[in-house]
Structures are given as C-alpha cells and as structure tokens.
C-alpha cells in the first residue's frame, strides 16, 4: 500500500461484514484510526454469526474480488490457503453446467480459493484487525448516522453514545436501517430499484468420504428455463463439502436431508453420487432471497458529503452468481485509490463521496447487469424488462454459443462471470468481429 498522506484523523465503519472489513482495510492506514462497529459478537475464530445468516450457504469469491483484496491486504490470498481453502482451476476444476449443457473442460488460465463464508471472513477479520490504528467494537449497534449542515460527521449508537469522524461508511447491508433511515430523515434523496427474483436456497455441509478425500472438482450448475433449480457443489476447508441447492419462484427447495439428497438425485447425478453417503456435518439451512435491491446513491438529487456505503449496503443481487462480496471487495479498493489520489491532489474530502458513488454505481452495475440479464430469462423474475433486454439476451446466447467451439471465448466467459473482464472487450480487434458476425447470424436465423 503507498500512503502519500493521510486523509484525516479518524474513519468510522458500520458493520464488519466482507464489506465493512474491506471497508476497513481500505482507510487503514490512510486515516489515524479506524473503528469499525457491529452489531453482533464477533467470534474469534471461524463461527456462524446471527448478522450474516447467508454466511451458512455455498460463497464463491470471484477472481476480481481476490484479486481486489489482494491489493488492500497483500499476501491475504496465501491466508486463505493457509486456512485450508482448495485451490481451484477455473475451467478444468469448476465444472459448469449452464444454460442447456456443461462447459467444455479447458484452463483458464487462472486459479480461485474456495473456503465457507465464515471462514473467509476470520481471515479478513484477523488481518484487518491486526493493521495500525484499526478497533474493532463488537456488540455494538449502530442506532443512525448523525448528519449536520449536509455532512456526515458520525455515528450514533444504540446505547446513546455517539462517534465523530472525518469519514463515516455504511457496511452494514441491505436489511439494515441506516440508509432508510437517512432518507427519511431528508438527508438524503436517492430511488431504491428493486426486482422480484423469487430465489431460495438449502445447505448442508458434509465430510468428503475417503474415496473423494482430496479432490478439487466443483460443480455449478445453473441449466436454465425452463428449469427452475440450481445447485452447487464446493470442497472447503477441512475436508468438507458445502452443496447449496436452490429454486425459483414456487418450487421449494428441500427442508430436510432426505429432501436434499432426493432433489440431488434428480437433479444431477455428479452431485448426488458424491453426497449420498456423505456424513453430514450440519443441520439444513434455508434462505429465500425475493428481491434484487439497489440504492441509485450514486444519482442522488441530494447526499451529505463524507459518506460513503459499500457493499449490500449499496446494491444486493442473486447471490446464485456469486458476485457480493467481489463488488464490495472492487468498492473497497476503488475507494483506497480514490483517497490516494486525492491525498496526491491535497483535495480533502469534501467531493470524495461524489466521486466514490460514480465508481461504485459503475461496479455495482456491471454485477446488476450480469445477474438480472440472466434472471430476466426465468418467468419467475416478476417485471417489465427492460428495453435492452432482448439484446442483451442476444449477445449472451451468442457468447455461450461460442465458448463452445473457440477456446478464446470459453477463456473470456470464465473472465467475464469473475469480473476480471470487460463485455466491452467484445467490441474489439479479431474478437469483436468474429463476435459480431456471429451475433448477426443468429439474429437473422
Ligand atoms: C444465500 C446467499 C448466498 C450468497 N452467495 C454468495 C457467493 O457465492 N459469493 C458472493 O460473493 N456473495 C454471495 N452472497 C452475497 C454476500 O453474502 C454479500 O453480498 C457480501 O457478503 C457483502 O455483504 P456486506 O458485508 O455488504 O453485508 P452483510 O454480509 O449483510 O454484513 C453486514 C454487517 O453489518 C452488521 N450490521 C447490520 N446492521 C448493523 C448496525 N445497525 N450496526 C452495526 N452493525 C450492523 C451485520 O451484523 C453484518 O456483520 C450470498 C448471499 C446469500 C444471501
């Protein structure tokens, strides 16, 4: 990390999630001190936690979001290792399924970790913890963010204390009140964009039998309409397995492991001879996510400078691709380089919610597009499409189509669902025009 100066004397971060720990390594550093609070009491080690219920299902970290806290945290990727994440080959040990057939096997050329939630998140914990200047309070709720004369100046706690501080970020989610709160207060002015995608999930996580004991294989599946399921299968620390299953719309997803074991059966058969004489090592969790939400902070008619939300807090999508805790991740990073170059610039800063809002208006679309272009495709996502949709349709056909024949295409999708490319990328040189006219004779087909 180069520090050239630092931004001010004390930065407050609601909420020690992924986002709120990125959060925290971002101003580490940059700021005299750091505290971030939550609500909930951290555990020391690698524990399920009240605050992060979603933290008991299947988390994918893409190789944007690795790469993004490789940045903020150097040498946390060997972390994860060293905390028994599997290192997996994107394209030869993540098997795809989707949209109609498996991706054919191929390297991809780069490698992803592969830990439970809760595990990546004592990582980021001990490490963040462990940098200059930062505390962490536990146990200790945020009540509502105290705003004066268009700023953000601190915090107020649900016991009645209250915290000042140069820079305040809300990490503390899409369910929690601060945001709404800060509207209703008339602080802020922003429209919340929200999708009915009508997802449920089921977990269990069980101990890989001997004869599996090792392998790196993973399985994401993801057939489309008309199907309506969806399952993944990761190996993780400790010799385990997480297989998360799930439904669309009104099909539920199993409630009891003789259910989970009956919808793998039916459901793909790499997965359920795997699983079926597995141990299981927890109880059947669920979780429904019904909506897709978004706070458009960064077209905001009105905003108090010096704040600055990350992560869900921002925009929370299907988590069936994976990309929440990338985008907070990408957040976090895009907001170190902004106080960096305003340090360069000596701007302070008054401006630096404006010019992060963009930035992460830009990252946090880029994952809304990729995962609603897909669940427009399902009739159990409720809602107009939008204008672009059938086009959009078009090209990710067109692409899939490819990847099945040219191994430059199959190696860019992979970069493209890991957020380390760009679909812009489609638009140039011999890829772009093999792409377009591809593109046209499918359309005229
Ligand atoms: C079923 C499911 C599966 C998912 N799978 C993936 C996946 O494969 N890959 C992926 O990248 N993402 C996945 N996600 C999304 C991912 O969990 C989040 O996007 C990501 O963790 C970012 O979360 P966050 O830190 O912004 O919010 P959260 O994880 O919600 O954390 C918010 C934190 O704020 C705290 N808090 C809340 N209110 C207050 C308050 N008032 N005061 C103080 N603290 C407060 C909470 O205790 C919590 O610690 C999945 C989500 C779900 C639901």
Not at 60 to 77: I, S
Not at 91 to 112: N, Q
Not at 164 to 175: F, R
Not at 419 to 443: H, W, Y
């Amino acid at each position: 990390m180069t520090t050239i100066r630092q931004a001010g004397a004390h930065a407050i971060v609601a909420g020690a999630g992924i986002a709120g720990l990125a959060g925290a390594a971002a101003l580490a550093g940059r700021f005299g001190r750091v505290t971030l609070l939550d609500r909930d009491s951290l555990p020391d080690g690698v524990q399920m936690r009240l605050g992060a219920g979603q933290g008991a299902h299947l988390h994918q970290l893409l190789k944007a979001g690795e790469e993004a806290l490789e940045r903020l945290l150097p040498g946390v990727t060997d972390d994860f290792y060293a905390a028994g994440a599997k290192r997996m080959r994107v394209g030869r040990d993540v098997k795809v399924f989707d949209f109609g057939g498996w991706m054919d096997e191929c390297d991809a050329g780069f490698d992803v970790t592969s830990l439970s939630r809760p595990a990546y998140e004592a990582v980021l914990r001990a490490r963040v913890s462990a940098l200059p200047g930062v505390t962490i309070r536990t146990a200790t709720p945020v009540k509502r963010l105290v705003v004066s004369d268009g700023r953000c100046t601190g915090v107020e706690l649900e016991d009645g204390e209250t915290l000042s501080a140069d820079l305040i970020v809300d990490a503390s989610g899409m369910t929690a009140p601060l945001m709404t709160q800060l509207a209703a207060e008339g602080h802020a002015a922003f429209e919340t964009e929200e999708v009915r995608i009508n997802v449920a999930y089921s977990t269990v996580r069980f101990r890989q039998p001997e004869k599996w004991r090792g392998e790196s294989a993973g399985f994401f599946l993801l057939p489309g309409p008309p199907g309506k399921r969806f399952g993944f299968l990761l190996p993780i620390e400790n010799g385990e397995w997480i297989l998360s299953v799930g439904a669309r719309g009104k099909d539920s997803p199993p409630r009891s492991l003789a259910e989970m074991l009956a919808y793998a059966e039916q459901f793909e058969p790499s997965i359920f001879e795997r699983v079926r004489d597995a141990e299981p090592l927890s109880e059947l969790r669920t979780f429904r996510k019904p909506t897709a939400n978004r706070r458009k902070a960064w077209e905001a008619a009105k905003w108090p400078e010096r704040l600055v939300p990350i992560g869900d807090a921002l925009s929370s999508v299907n988590p069936t691709y994976g990309q929440g805790m990338t985008v907070a991740a990408c957040e976090a990073d895009a907001l170190a380089g902004l106080l960096d170059a305003r340090s360069a610039d000596n701007a302070g800063l008054d401006g630096l919610a404006s010019s992060y809002l963009t930035k992460a208006g830009e990252i946090s679309g880029r994952a809304w597009s990729l995962s609603l272009n897909s669940d427009y495709v399902y009739d159990e996502t409720e809602g107009e499409r939008p204008p672009t949709f059938a086009m959009n349709r078009a090209m990710a056909a067109t692409l899939r189509k490819l990847a099945d024949d040219d191994l430059d295409f199959r190696t860019f999708r992979y970069r493209l669902v890991h957020m380390v490319a760009d679909a812009n990328a489609l638009r140039e040189g011999a890829m772009g025009i093999k792409f377009f006219t591809a593109l046209q004779g499918s359309m005229a087909s």
